[in-house]
């Protein structure tokens, strides 16, 4: 049966993964009142100014939004007045003021992509990854003051049945994040879930993804690490290797690669200044791998 959207809350969140998580809201009858999003941002190399991807679904779907700057006294004040009884956060990207969490009456609650209390933190997904989990899964908590410290309200685990890059495995556990969070927003409303505190002596940490961490050694003898990394870290940042190509070092792109015979067997790159080609072909043209 599909929850009555008798439940005013406000969601905060920027990236893809927060409308996989909203559009499992809406199909379930869960309508935010007001959503919250980072401000438009330039993108490409001609920076043109782009709207993140839950302000694209807040106005198509025809809901109120903001795209506050700072978190400040201002936006405070607009949220008091709004009579929410919930907040709910995914992938927002900001570290929300205590201020701003103790508004509503039943707390935020927060979609987590881990079971925590393992890898919290700013890349549980990649981190996941990286490591090579085959049992991982998604988390309901209550936002306390501290990162990903809060009481667990309701996790469910996924099983990776095979390999799949950031971008796929996000969309799986933001889907299953949504539909937890649909049947755990209206028993937490109702006073049915007990928050259950969180193991701390087990928590494991991740750090935030960077530019230089796509950085790959191609003559790594663990050659599954290289592979799992380019799973981790696709889309965003890639991975890449550099290259001497007639005596000038530059940096080339691995768009494509597979896992075969326990090599790590790389099939398109983008060299720098280039465009996208067969890796063979690249190697045809007299480069030095690095």
Known sequence: MKATNNIPFVFFGTPQFAVFVLEEL??????????????????????????????????????????????????????????????????????????????????????????????????????????????????????DEEMDHGPILESRKLKVESEKNASELGKDLAQLGGKLLSEVIPKWIAKEIK???????????TKKVTKEDGLI????????????????????????????????????AIKKAEFIDDKFVIKEVLPEGGKVMAFDDFLRGGVVIE
């Open 26 to 143: 809406l199909r379930e009858g869960l309508k935010p009142s007001l959503v919250v999003t980072a401000p438009d941002k330039p993108q490409g190399r001609g920076l043109l100014l782009t709207p993140p991807p839950v302000k694209v679904w807040a106005e198509e779907n025809k809901i109120p939004f903001l795209q506050p700057a700072k978190l400040d006294t201002d936006f405070t004040n607009k949220l008091k007045t709004g009579s929410y009884k919930l907040f709910v956060v995914a992938a927002y990207g900001k570290i929300i003021p205590k201020e701003v969490l103790d508004i509503p009456p039943h707390g935020t609650l927060n979609v987590h992509p881990s079971l925590l209390p393992k890898y919290r933190g700013a890349s549980p997904l990649q981190s996941q990854i990286l490591k090579g989990e085959k049992e991982i899964g998604v988390t309901i908590m209550l936002i």
């Open 195 to 205: 928050p259950k505190e969180q193991n701390h002596e087990e928590a494991t940490f």
């Open 217 to 252: 050694n191609l003559k790594n003898d663990d050659q599954y690490k290289n592979y799992l990394k380019y799973l981790a870290l696709d889309p965003w940042p890639g991975v890449y290797f550099f290259a001497l190509r007639r005596e000038q070092k530059i940096r080339v």
